[in-house]
């Protein structure tokens, strides 16, 4: 049955989202429901996720289908995530054609990007709150480190690979 469920779920999660940090929100809600995870297990996996290669989303499903039950429920989540989007891609390989330059297409599209950026903002907030109030009280050795990974970031354009080296180095110093 747990097979079955995190097939499923990674399912949804791959219908319900449009890819990269807009599956987090989905993740977080089907991870915590089930009761696979913690909110604070789940951020550390979309951490690792994210700075392993390959995309969040089959990352995510590995980690938690590994974590949950074994590799065979890896394999059944990793296969759910991917269900969605290769059907889709196929279906829409054989369509792109046609629908290029469609001005239902364009307006519908238009109203997919406010929603991804709204998802994308829940998960920030939500998971903001489990990393940096992980006990009731604001963790300022955390938020220091995230000022800093922010200004390399966005400052020094510093790539993500070395801003997460760093990350890694202040969270040994600063605990």
């Known amino acids: 049955m747990t097979y079955l469920r995190l097939f499923l779920s990674f399912m949804k999660i791959g219908f319900c989202s449009f890819g990269g940090m807009t599956m987090i ?19 550390d996996i979309v951490a690792v996720a994210e700075m392993t290669p390959g995309s969040l989303g089959i990352n995510c499903a590995t980690f938690v289908g590994l974590r949950t039950a074994g ?18 891609s196929m279906i829409a390989a054989h369509f792109i054609f046609h629908l290029k330059g469609n001005s239902y297409l364009e307006s519908a599209m238009r109203g997919v990007r ?5 998802m994308l903002m829940a998960a920030a907030v939500t998971l903001g709150f489990a990393t940096f109030v992980p006990e009731g ?28 080296l760093i990350a890694a180095v202040l969270g040994l110093i600063l605990g």
């Open 71 to 88: 590799l065979p429920g890896a394999l059944c989540a990793s296969l759910g995530v991917m269900m969605p989007s290769l059907t889709l």
């Open 137 to 164: 009280a604001i963790a300022w050795n955390l938020v220091g480190i995230a000022v800093v990974c922010g200004v390399l970031l966005i400052k020094k354009e510093l790539s993500i690979p070395k801003t997460i």
């Open 25 to 43: 929100p989905v993740i977080n809600d089907e991870v915590l429901r089930y009761g696979w995870m913690t909110p604070v297990e789940v951020m």
């Open 114 to 118: 406010p929603a991804s950026m709204g």
